[in-house]
């Protein structure tokens, strides 16, 4: 399908957060048109606020002035062709992206109003407060109990053998996944099944105690059972945690998410609750992409 | 076909699909309004045979309705819809229900047309007989509206369908106060004035389900829910014995 430019207009007059004045942006979005984010990017006391956040890879203009709010106790769903950049956008929100050659990323990034796109702030206690599953289970090659026990131990949330006993065994309750290892927590964490790494890699993630867990497309690599099982355990980690999901699967976004963000060459092009996404979209961009006659 | 497109996926069966599911849709609805267009034909012309034959005829809307129901649950399995599709195929399912009793009550109408003329046992006067056809005309009118807006996704000709409910209501409590005065006048009109009555109300049901079918050409056009709008504090009441509409 092309992409005329009425293709990028809301259907309709919407209430929407207008991006602020870039005038002072790089050369790569001087000639470009100034797009609104269709619906509303705040929300209430959020654990997450994003003001006007661009990103470079060298001259590419990744991420083009994006606002977005997770509040807590949230699952807010990305969505968006592949290159729309829905991961680069997550990976903003713990600093991953900082590990990247030639990326720049401007703008305010508020973890309970603190800004973390800042040199000031070390990236190693941030990624405890902002924890990562990727798209790959990538169980440590340890024992189950080791890859659990690790980050608690680094972080100095555990003193003796006893507290980590009890953060591994609560970690691992947690991520559903306790009745099927106790038995062999000495074993390696590798020797487990994708879907039981993928969620041995949550308990990981879990053990350190974020605020915030980003997920990167966690049951691509999943079957249906074990992404049923992980998409149990998100609705469950929603009661403590915010949590932000890049998924290419659409059904999986409905299901799981209470919010959802279309992304679209970098810009943010909806956002909206999960359910007004799905039935009724107010961009055309949005709706050509969830119902398959995108591209 | 309107602006609204049914097209588009990249899955290009999907748009036959819907294509498909509309132009049955389309299908029940034409079938429904020829039952109800025989239906009065029947009392026009006091002909039980073309009753008959709209008896006759009733086992191909259920059947249609039925096949129909199979298309939709088969695209709701295979292709999970979502947005505009979902819209769809929501108000495609809940159209096809309307039609279905559309044609059920096309089917009460020739039965009770049957009642009046097979002997002419109780054959009403051309007198009496004259609200039951303003009734029919303005209802059969209705209904082609629905289906033109439906054929076309007309969103704008299915608001005006899903805003007629007043004058609909209006016409039909005139028709019974009528109906009332000629048993009033004579006792023993009471047999047909009663048949008239439940035609006229049966009638009443056609406008409705044609109604229902114009909001939800306007759902699935604008995803705008415009049923039971007359829930609104300032729409008075419609005066009458008429029972009320339900939706």
């Given at each position: 399908m092309n992409t005329s430019t009425s293709d990028l207009e809301p259907k309709s007059v919407q209430t929407s957060y207008v991006q602020p004045d870039r005038t002072a942006a790089p050369r790569a979005t001087v000639d470009r048109e100034v797009r609104r984010t269709v619906g509303d990017v705040r929300v209430a006391e959020p654990r997450i606020r994003c003001n006007d956040i661009n990103v470079y890879y060298g001259t590419a203009h990744a991420i083009k002035g994006v606002n977005l709010d997770v509040a807590r106790n949230e699952v807010v769903a990305m969505i968006g062709p592949s290159g729309c950049g829905k991961?680069?956008?997550?990976?903003?929100?713990?600093r991953m992206n900082d590990t990247i050659d030639g990326c720049r990323v401007t703008g305010e990034i508020l973890l309970d109003e603190r800004n973390i796109n800042t040199r000031e702030i070390d990236v190693v206690p941030l990624r405890a407060q902002v924890g990562m599953v990727f798209q790959k289970p990538n169980p440590f090659p340890k024992s189950i109990w080791e890859n659990v026990a690790f980050g608690p131990r680094i972080h100095g949330l555990a003193r003796t053998?006893?507290?980590?006993?009890?953060?591994?065994?609560?970690?691992l309750r947690r991520a559903g996944l306790w009745e099927e290892v106790k038995d062999r927590l000495e074993k390696p964490g590798t020797g487990l099944s994708g879907g039981q790494q993928q969620r041995l890699c949550i308990a990981r993630t879990i053990a350190v105690q974020p605020e915030v867990i980003l997920m990167d497309e966690p049951c691509s690599a999943l079957d249906p059972i074990s992404t049923a099982k992980i998409e149990e355990l998100i609705d469950e980690l929603r009661q403590q945690f915010s949590i932000c999901i890049v998924t290419h699967s659409m059904q999986q976004a409905a299901r799981v998410s209470q919010r959802t963000a279309y992304f679209?060459?970098?810009?943010?092009?909806?956002?909206?609750?999960?359910?007004?996404?799905?039935?009724?979209?107010?961009?055309?961009?949005?709706?050509?992409?969830?119902?398959?006659?995108?591209? | 076909m309107s602006q609204y497109g049914l097209e588009g996926h990249t899955v290009r069966r999907y748009d036959g699909e819907l294509n498909h599911l509309h132009l049955r849709v389309v299908e029940l609805g034409g079938?429904?309004?020829h039952q109800t267009r025989s239906a009065l034909a029947a009392l026009q012309e006091r002909d039980v045979r073309i009753a008959r034959a709209v008896i006759g005829r009733e086992w191909e809307v259920n059947r249609l309705d039925v096949s129909i129901d199979d298309d939709l649950i088969s695209v709701i399995a295979r292709r999970a819809p979502v947005a505009r599709d979902l819209r769809i195929v929501m108000a495609f399912a809940k159209t096809v229900n309307e039609l279905e009793r559309v044609g059920d009550e096309a089917n009460k109408v020739a039965r009770l047309a049957i009642g009046l003329f097979d002997g002419f046992r109780l054959d009403p006067g051309d007198a009496q007989m004259w609200d039951v056809q303003t009734m029919g005309r303005?209802?059969?009118?209705?209904?082609?509206?629905?289906?033109?807006?439906?054929d076309r996704l007309d969103v704008?000709?299915?608001?005006?369908?899903a805003g007629s409910r007043r004058e609909l209501d209006a016409e039909c409590q005139a028709g019974l106060r009528r109906l009332t005065t000629y048993v009033m006048e004579d006792a023993r009109n009471v047999g047909?004035?009663?048949?008239?009555?439940?035609?006229?109300?049966a009638l009443e049901r056609i406008g409705d389900h044609a109604r229902h079918v114009g909001e939800y050409v306007v759902y699935l056009v604008s995803g705008e829910d415009v049923r039971h709008q007359k829930c609104q504090p300032d729409d008075p009441p419609t005066g009458g014995g008429a029972a009320p509409d339900p939706g």
């Open positions: 991961s680069t956008f997550l990976r903003c929100l713990n053998r006893a507290q980590l006993d009890e953060i591994v065994e609560s970690s679209h060459l970098g810009d943010l092009i909806e956002v909206g609750a999960t359910e007004q996404i799905f039935t009724n979209p107010q961009h055309k961009l949005t709706e050509d992409y969830i119902t398959g006659r995108f591209g | 079938l429904a309004l303005r209802v059969v009118e209705l209904l082609e509206r629905a289906m033109d807006a439906l704008v000709a299915a608001q005006a369908v047909q004035v009663i048949t008239l009555t439940q035609i006229i109300k």
